[in-house]
């Protein structure tokens, strides 16, 4: 089975989430250690959805700008990537 990197990353991240039900029955979800990776929803599945979206944007910005993301499972997304040859694939 082929694991992606990315895929990897984003699962362990979505480990790490914390939900909260809000007093009005909506559900807010976070990633702590992924500063600013907030969402909202009206049913704790959609929460669930909405984080995950909010997670592979913010992934997706800062790869682009060059921010410094957080190791995640060992997982590092800031390396340097490293081709193999073609021949290898």
Known sequence: MIKFILS????EALEQATYDKLED??????IPTC??????GS????CE?????????WILV???LGHSLPVIAS???NKEPS??????V
């Open 8 to 11: 990897g990353y984003i699962e």
């Open 25 to 30: 029955g909506t559900y807010a979800g976070r």
């Open 35 to 40: 500063k600013g990776v907030v969402a909202f």
């Open 43 to 46: 049913t704790l599945r959609r």
């Open 49 to 57: 959805d909405e984080l995950r979206s909010t997670l592979e944007d």
């Open 62 to 64: 800062g790869l682009k």
């Open 75 to 77: 997982i590092d997304l």
């Open 83 to 88: 081709y193999e040859p073609v021949g290898a």
